[in-house]
């Protein structure tokens, strides 16, 4: 399904990935990971709810927004990417940290621009912010060794602006001081039950932040990522904020 709010369209194609469209501007958020490109699961990936798209390599993209290493992914880069596109990419994406197989952001055949956590750069004429991402220390995300699953420096949130539609893709991270106070339009949180923002503390960071209208993704891509997507939209609604799912 394609959303079309305030003179732009989105449309959430799995997982991280995001589609945004104004009049002449084409952005990707996280394009790729677990198969949702390709139109089949990773192994040991079962989707059990947004399902893959059917091999989606439109090569459309003037600008590619990557948060972090869980969400890079050359090839869903590659899928989405024009010829002169930007990417891009937090700065701090490190290939060797991983045990994927990734060519290295600078082997990329696109300009990459590296941000930080808290970047202001215009590309293309199109603003973009970015802010830090990650989990609390003393929060519920944690690995087994009571260290944060998103520690402070993994990656970063995206704030673009389209023909003067601003869109917030917070990334992987839980909700943090200043969130509620940015000037949002389009809020695409993730809800998922863990790593994230869950539903019930994105729900409440779109009161605080009352944009124009909030798209939830990053869910229910496995079990991990499970998530009511119904619960939230009608928690959501009852707070006043419009909201809507793209959901097949």
């Given at each position: 399904m394609t959303v079309r709010h305030d003179g732009i369209t989105a449309e959430w194609l799995g997982y991280a990935t995001l589609r945004l469209e104004g009049e002449d501007t084409v952005v990707y958020f996280d394009p790729g990971r677990y198969g949702v490109l390709t139109g089949e699961w990773e192994p040991d990936t079962p989707g059990i709810g947004h399902p893959p798209t059917q091999d989606y390599a439109p090569k459309d993209g003037d600008i590619v927004c990557v948060t972090h290493i869980h969400h890079y992914d050359p090839d869903g880069i590659r899928r989405v990417a024009s010829e002169d596109a930007t990417v891009v990419a937090f700065e701090g994406i490190n290939v060797h940290a991983t045990d994927r197989d990734l060519d290295r952001l600078a082997d990329l055949d696109y300009e990459v621009r590296k941000v930080s956590m808290e970047a202001d750069v215009l590309v293309d004429d199109v603003p973009i912010w970015?802010?830090?991402?990650?989990?609390?220390?003393?929060?519920?995300?944690?690995?087994?060794?009571?260290?944060?699953?998103?520690?402070?420096?993994?990656?970063?949130?995206?704030?673009?602006?389209?023909?003067?539609?601003?869109?917030?893709?917070?990334?992987?991270?839980?909700v943090l001081d200043g969130h509620a106070e940015l000037d949002v339009s389009l809020f695409v949180p993730s809800i998922a039950k863990n790593y994230t923002m869950n539903r019930h503390e994105a729900a409440d960071l779109a009161e605080a932040m009352d944009p124009d209208l909030v798209l939830?993704?990053?869910?229910?891509?496995?079990?991990?990522?499970?998530?009511?997507?119904?619960?939230?939209a009608e928690d959501v609604a009852k707070r006043g904020v419009p909201v809507v799912l793209d959901e097949n």
């Open positions: 970015t802010m830090p991402a990650y989990n609390h220390e003393d929060g519920r995300n944690l690995k087994d060794d009571g260290s944060p699953i998103h520690p402070k420096g993994i990656g970063c949130g995206f704030l673009v602006a389209i023909d003067d539609t601003r869109v917030f893709w917070p990334g992987d991270t839980d939830p993704m990053h869910y229910n891509t496995f079990e991990l990522l499970e998530a009511d997507s119904g619960a939230f």
